[in-house]
């Protein structure tokens, strides 16, 4: 196996508040990850600095920043560009794709999270289940080797939350590399080769999803998992 | 009858210099207001100084001593302009200034999260900036720019202070002449007019931005 994405030792802090303290991941291709853990524990801030959206202030990444795509909790769709702008407008205008082979390839990705009919509508005149589609397909449209999700249905009424995740799982299926910041423990037991369980800006624990939900190492992470269920 | 056409035919001759220093105006100080919003919101921090410092004195003074000082003040530093030269750089640069900051709160009112998702697909400052930020503060800034718009075709009476035959010194010339006010009638409808078309040139823009959100 390759690995792919490799953090070492990561630490960040804002002002006086150490967010995350010697964060240390490796993500190999094809494997899906769920981060778990308690609001506020740094799961956000990690992505973030995957993705190179903060700076860090101690430790390494090693990533190809080219391979890795993000889909945002609160999305942030181009509120004025359609669903189809919104897709082909990154491999336009970075990637210099031709407008047509990027409309079309975009379409390809539209029917793929079953949105094809949407593709003319702006984000405002959709649902939420739908926009996050978007945000997937939008990220999928730059061909990325690496998803990061963070909260993907948190912000869905619970009856959009199947969409989204299936369309999530169809992707594990293809073997695409995902880290997955999640509330929905049945999703991330199903679908996640590990599981890495977040507390007060450390990993406290990874291990494979059948030890995470029956078994953890720490008294702390049956707590909350024994509130979350 | 004859005599309202001529006097009319006469101030319109007027709103020629009016129009002519009015389009001058909007097309060079829009831009510079949006290259001055660009680096207002820039993290140099000498351009937001130099910038600062342009939009204090400018918002701080009155537009006709700006004036005074461009046609009258500066010859006597050796730089003589024209009265049309003096007008137009004047105006453009006040209305650069106030609309360096109403592009400048539009830029600013973009969701940072709008930044982040052009980042996370590649997308570098310029490209960020052409084909996310700026379109979504356009529409924001339309109203407030509207409003600039409106007021600079007003503003432009002040060059009659410097001898132009703008559409208040033509008035202002047949008044002095016939001794009636109608030029002053007249005028005034002229310039309810054009700020009129200013008006439903940007409730166009607004209904064309209206679609979405
Ligand atoms: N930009 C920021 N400035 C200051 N504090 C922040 C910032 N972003 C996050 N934090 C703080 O860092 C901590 C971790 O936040 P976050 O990574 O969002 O946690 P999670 O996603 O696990 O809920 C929280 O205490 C949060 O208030
Ligand atoms: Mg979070």
């Excluded at chain 2, 105006?25 to 993290?43: Q, R, Y």
């Amino acid at each position: 196996m390759m690995c792919v994405i490799k953090a070492e030792n990561i630490t960040k802090v804002f002002g006086d508040l150490e967010v995350l303290k010697n964060v240390s991941l490796e993500v190999d291709r094809g494997e899906v990850i769920s981060i778990i853990g308690p609001s506020g524990s740094g799961k956000s801030t990690f992505l973030r600095c995957l993705q190179q959206l903060e700076e860090i202030d101690g430790g390494k990444i090693k990533i190809d920043d080219k391979k890795l795509g993000m889909i945002f909790q609160n999305l942030n769709l181009f509120p004025h560009k359609t669903v189809i702008e919104n897709i082909s407008e990154a491999p336009i205008i970075v990637n210099k794709m031709n407008r047509e082979k990027a409309v079309k390839r975009g379409e390809e990705l539209l029917k793929k999270v079953g949105l094809l009919d949407k593709k003319d509508d702006y984000p405002c005149d959709i649902s939420g289940g739908q926009k996050q589609r978007v945000a997937i397909a939008r990220a999928l449209a730059m061909e990325p080797e690496i998803l990061l999700f963070d909260e993907p249905t948190s912000a869905l009424d619970p009856e959009l939350v199947g969409e989204v995740l299936s369309v999530i799982k169809e992707l594990a299926k293809d073997h695409m590399t995902m880290i997955i910041v999640t509330h929905e423990m049945a999703f991330a037991r199903e679908v996640s080769d590990y599981i890495v369980f977040m507390d007060e800006g450390k990993i406290i624990e990874k291990a494979i999803p059948n030890k995470m939900f029956t078994n953890p190492d720490h008294p702390r992470i049956k707590v909350f998992l024994d509130k979350m269920l | 009858m004859s005599y309202i056409l001529n006097i009319t035919g006469f101030i319109l001759k007027g709103s020629i210099v009016t129009l002519k220093l009015y389009a001058v105006a909007i097309v060079f100080s829009i831009p510079l207001g949006i290259v001055g919003a660009l680096g207002k919101t820039s993290n140099k921090k000498w351009l937001k100084n130099i910038l600062e410092i342009y939009i204090w004195i400018i918002r701080g003074t009155p537009l006709l001593l700006q004036l005074f000082f461009v046609y009258f003040g500066l010859p006597v530093f050796g730089i003589k302009l024209g009265r049309f030269q003096a007008a137009a750089i004047t105006f453009i640069i006040n209305y650069g200034a106030y609309f360096t900051e109403i592009f400048r709160a539009g830029i600013e009112s973009v969701d940072k999260g709008q930044y982040e998702a052009a980042k996370a697909l590649g997308m570098n400052y310029k490209q960020t900036m052409r084909r996310i930020i700026l379109p979504q503060a356009i529409k924001r800034v339309l109203p407030p720019t509207s409003n600039e718009a409106i007021t600079l075709m007003k503003d432009t009476a002040l060059v009659a202070a410097i001898s132009m035959g703008d559409i208040l010194r033509a008035a202002k010339e047949v008044l002095t002449r016939d001794f009636n006010v109608t030029p002053f009638i007249i005028a005034a409808i002229i310039y309810l007019l054009l700020t009129s078309v200013v008006v439903l040139v940007f409730k166009q823009l607004e209904k064309k931005y209206a679609i979405y959100e």
